[in-house]
């Protein structure tokens, strides 16, 4: 069992920035992708960005070049640092460890303009 707690949602005027944080209970970095995922109300959830394994990286278009996901492996925790936010990026998101299939309770980010 793995368990994924985020933090550093909250609201932010648009142009400004967060870190969202996802501390695992241990680490699983070593064998499993982590992926940042956000769900807007009334839409699917969708991913915004994942490091794999081995610490390769990508992005949903609507996020490259102002969001950067990146990871600790001493302190077992994946980090969002989310630039030039926009009210659309508005949304409750989540982290997911793909190997495992666990998701963390996610945390929200309301982006005002």
């Known amino acids: 069992q793995v368990q994924l707690v985020e933090s550093g949602g909250g609201l932010v005027q648009a142009g400004g920035s967060l870190r969202l944080s996802c501390a695992a209970s241990?680490?699983?970095?070593?064998?499993?992708?982590m992926g940042w995922y956000r769900q807007a109300p009334g839409k699917q959830r969708e991913l915004v960005a994942a490091?794999?394994?081995?610490?390769?990286?990508n992005y949903a278009d609507s996020v490259k070049g102002r969001f950067t996901i990146s990871r600790d492996n001493a302190k077992n925790t994946v980090y969002l640092q989310m630039n030039s936010l926009k009210p659309e990026d508005t949304a409750v998101y989540y982290c997911?460890?793909?190997?495992?299939?666990?998701w963390g309770q996610g945390t929200q980010v309301t982006v005002s303009s």
């Open positions: 997911h460890a793909d190997f495992f299939g666990y």
């Open positions: 241990r680490n699983i970095f070593s064998i499993s992708a």
């Open positions: 490091i794999t394994s081995g610490g390769s990286t």
